[in-house]
Nanobody
């Protein structure tokens, strides 16, 4: 069974940057598409970005031009977040497509 461990979150001022990391363990294929999701209080979880095994990427309109998803193999996926805004505050999760059990996520808070 695959498991995900997210890290790199924290408190940052508006305009700042963070780099999130996701380490996958267990049975995950190198051809899996990986994605980052986020969930803000009182809102549904939403996909932020995904990356295929061929490094094709796609972003939600709200983060396009500010966030960059990358991966170095099937096990490690990253999310570089620049020009952060208060509305980016959420708990961030990584997962594959199709969805596997969720990890604990990492909290990102953007506030002055």
């Amino acid at each position: 069974q695959v498991q995900f461990v997210e890290s790199g979150g924290g408190l940052v001022q508006p305009g700042g940057s963070l780099r999130l990391s996701c380490a996958a363990s267990g049975s995950i294929s190198s051809i899996s598409t990986m994605a980052w999701y986020r969930q803000a209080p009182g809102k549904q979880r939403e996909m932020v970005a995904f990356i295929t095994s061929g490094a094709h990427t796609n972003y939600a309109d709200s983060v396009k031009g500010r966030f960059t998803i990358s991966r170095d193999n099937a096990k490690n996926t990253y999310l570089q977040m620049n020009s952060l805004k208060p509305e980016d505050t959420a708990r961030y999760y990584c997962n594959r497509i199709p969805i596997a059990p969720w990890g604990q996520g990492t909290q990102v808070t953007v506030s002055s």
